[in-house]
């Protein structure tokens, strides 16, 4: 579980809570989404960011994309090495 982790960095607040951050979540199928560690949000890319356009995943599948599920202990943080190109310069922070 994600939980039983240690952290990695992070990369923006959580658009929904006061103390919440976005941090990036490696999946099973290689693809790395954003999740909030307040709550349980997820977006796929950091551009969608918003209150209003968040992913809730449910059980029993917790898919957020075709073929891309944040299922408990299928999923690990990404370091930063590991995020996508295509999301451009977004910045990390240590912690």
Do not use: F
């Amino acid at each position: 579980m994600l939980s039983e982790q240690p952290m990695t960095g992070w990369l923006l607040w959580c658009p929904g809570y006061d103390q919440g951050l976005i941090r990036p979540v490696l999946t099973e199928s290689g693809h790395v989404v954003l999740l909030c560690d307040e709550g349980s949000e997820v977006w796929l890319h950091p551009s969608e960011v918003s209150e209003k356009s968040w992913i809730d995943p449910n059980p029993p599948t917790w898919r957020v994309a075709d073929g891309v599920s944040v299922a408990p202990r299928t999923t690990r943080w990404a370091r930063r090495e590991q995020l996508p190109a295509s999301w451009g310069a977004v910045e990390w922070h240590d912690g």
